[in-house]
C-alpha cells in the first residue's frame, strides 16, 4: 500500500495560465475525491468520482475546472485561466468504496500559488 | 446545510498536560464523525472515528465519543508530547453524500 500520491507537489504559474494536476490514488480504491484547502481553513469538497463517473460537483468547482478519471485509476485536475483567488493546497483522498462509514485517505496535496 | 464547529486555536498546552478539543456538528441523518490530523509538513491523516451515536473512536492515547443529544465529538488526550504538536480537524460524512465536511482546524502546540 503505497498511499495517495499527487503530481507535482508545488506549481507556481502566472494569472491566465492553465495549470493540471494529478492524482494517484490507492490501488483499488474505487472512490476518488478533491477538495480544496486555503490558509488557515479546513479541506473544502470539490468533486468525487466512483470508478470512471463524476458523481458529484461542488458549487465551489467553477467552469474553470473540470477533473477527469478516464481509466476509473489515476485522476487529473485542469485549472483554466488561473486567478490569484485559485492559490491554494489541492488535496486529493481515495477510499475503497465510499458510504458513510469509508475512511477517505488523503495525499500530500498540490500547492498552487497564482501570481 | 451541515455543517461542523471547532474551537478556535492556536491551544498551548505544556507536556503532559489534558487535551480537550471541542467539536460540535449540524447534520441531516445520521453521520460519521472523524478527527483527522496534519502534522508539520505532511497530509492529512485519519486520528480517530466513530460512525454511530455513543462509539469512541481512539488511537495513539486520543479519545473521542459521538454524542447524538449534545451533536459533539471532542478530541481528549489525558497527557500530550511534543509530538502531538499539529493541526487538528474535526469532520463528519455521509450525511449527505459521500463528501467530507472539515472544521476550520485548531492548531496545538505542546511545549517541552
Known amino acids: 500500500d503505497t498511499g495517495v500520491s499527487q503530481d507535482p507537489r508545488h506549481k507556481i504559474t502566472k494569472r491566465g495560465q492553465n495549470v493540471t494536476f494529478r492524482c494517484d490514488p490507492i490501488?483499488?480504491?474505487?472512490?476518488l475525491y478533491w477538495y480544496r484547502q486555503t490558509l488557515g481553513q479546513g479541506p473544502e469538497f470539490l468533486t468525487y468520482?466512483?470508478?470512471?463517473?463524476?458523481?458529484?460537483k461542488s458549487r465551489l468547482l467553477s467552469d474553470r475546472f473540470s477533473a477527469e478519471r478516464p481509466k476509473g485509476s489515476f485522476s487529473t485536475l485542469e485549472i483554466q485561466r488561473t486567478e490569484q483567488g485559485d492559490s491554494a493546497m489541492y488535496l486529493c483522498?481515495?477510499?475503497?468504496?465510499?458510504?458513510?462509514?469509508?475512511?477517505?485517505?488523503f495525499g500530500p496535496g498540490t500547492r498552487l500559488t497564482v501570481l | 446545510g451541515d455543517s461542523v464547529t471547532q474551537m478556535e486555536g492556536p491551544v498551548t498546552l505544556s507536556e503532559e498536560a489534558f487535551l480537550t478539543i471541542n467539536c460540535t456538528y449540524t447534520a441531516t441523518g445520521y453521520p460519521s464523525l472523524f478527527w483527522y490530523v496534519q502534522y508539520p509538513g505532511e497530509g492529512l491523516q485519519l486520528l480517530l472515528k466513530?460512525?454511530?451515536?455513543?462509539d469512541k473512536g481512539s488511537n495513539k492515547g486520543f479519545e473521542a465519543t459521538y454524542r447524538k443529544e449534545t451533536t459533539s465529538f471532542h478530541l481528549e488526550k489525558g497527557s500530550v508530547q511534543v509530538s502531538d504538536s499539529a493541526v487538528y480537524f474535526c469532520?463528519?460524512?455521509?450525511?449527505?453524500?459521500?463528501?467530507?465536511?472539515f472544521g476550520k482546524g485548531t492548531r496545538l502546540h505542546i511545549l517541552p
Open positions: 468520482f466512483q470508478n470512471e463517473a463524476q458523481l458529484e
Open positions: 469532520a463528519l460524512g455521509g450525511s449527505m453524500g459521500d463528501k467530507i465536511i
Open positions: 490501488s483499488e480504491h474505487n472512490r
Open positions: 466513530a460512525t454511530k451515536a455513543d
Open positions: 483522498a481515495s477510499s475503497p468504496q465510499g458510504g458513510r462509514t469509508d475512511t477517505q485517505y
